[in-house]
């Protein structure tokens, strides 16, 4: 069954701390994003990959990291520059230049 | 002024009733509108997309742009307690596909 897995669904950091939300898809698609969702607001773009090796900043970036060195995996580190880390983290993916046909369940983000 | 707006709701029905979800926007170069349906600690499901103007129809859910207006809907007929969710719609510009602007979501409570 193809789909986009995200883990863990529960994420807790620590200050100072970095910490890596995982995401893997195995439906073959180019495009690969990282959204932040907050309550009451809409989903905000922090990184996206059409290919390979290749991620753009979205509009939220600041604080945060990914890297693309296979099309299934697009992890996103959230670093200790990102003073407001606690949202809920969704990862999607689409053929490129086409809709978002696919979102993971997502990973929730807390400070301890 | 934010690209779109979406009333957050919450929005109540009675079971078998028609609802309509709504969303504006302001930028004219918006060619691709989506819906997405969030159940609460998942990630959204795509519902239905349209490009440009017109009606799409797909069981119960119809969805209609009225790009005059800047303006899109979505219909559910004969409501579902299992309806019950947060609606959120999305849009694209054809210069830049992978860049989807996602109003904020309106929470639907269909009740039996």
């Known amino acids: 069954d193809g789909g986009i897995t995200q883990s863990p669904k529960y994420l807790f950091r620590k200050e100072g701390q970095n910490v890596t939300l995982s995401c893997e898809q195995n439906?073959?698609?180019?495009?690969m994003y990282w959204y932040r969702q907050d309550p009451g607001q809409g989903l905000r773009l922090i990184y996206y990959?059409?290919?390979?090796?290749?991620?753009q900043k979205g509009d939220i970036a600041e604080g945060y990291s990914v890297s693309r060195e296979k099309k299934e995996s697009f992890p996103l580190t959230v670093t200790s520059a990102q003073k407001n880390p606690t949202a809920f983290y969704l990862c999607?993916?689409?053929?490129?230049?086409?809709?978002?046909?696919?979102f993971g369940d997502g990973t929730r983000l807390s400070i301890l | 002024q934010k690209e779109v707006e979406q009333d957050p709701g919450p929005l109540s029905v009675p079971e078998g009733a028609i609802v309509s979800l709504n969303c504006t926007y302001s930028?004219?170069?918006?060619?691709?509108f989506m819906w997405y349906r969030q159940y609460s600690r998942k990630g959204p499901e795509l519902l239905m997309y349209?490009?440009?103007?017109g009606n799409k129809e797909d069981g119960r859910f119809t969805a209609q742009v009225d790009k005059s207006s800047k303006y899109i809907s979505l219909f559910i007929r004969d409501s579902q307690p299992s309806d019950s969710a947060t609606y959120l719609c999305?849009?694209?510009?054809?210069?830049?596909?992978?860049?989807?602007?996602f109003g904020s979501g309106t929470k639907l409570n269909v009740k039996p």
């Open positions: 999607a993916s689409s053929i490129e230049r086409r809709e978002i046909q696919h």
């Open positions: 439906l073959n698609h180019d495009a």
């Open positions: 990959s059409q290919i390979v090796n290749d991620f």
């Open positions: 930028n004219s170069a918006f060619q691709y």
């Open positions: 349209t490009y440009s103007s």
């Open positions: 999305a849009m694209s510009a054809l210069r830049n596909f992978n860049k989807f602007y």
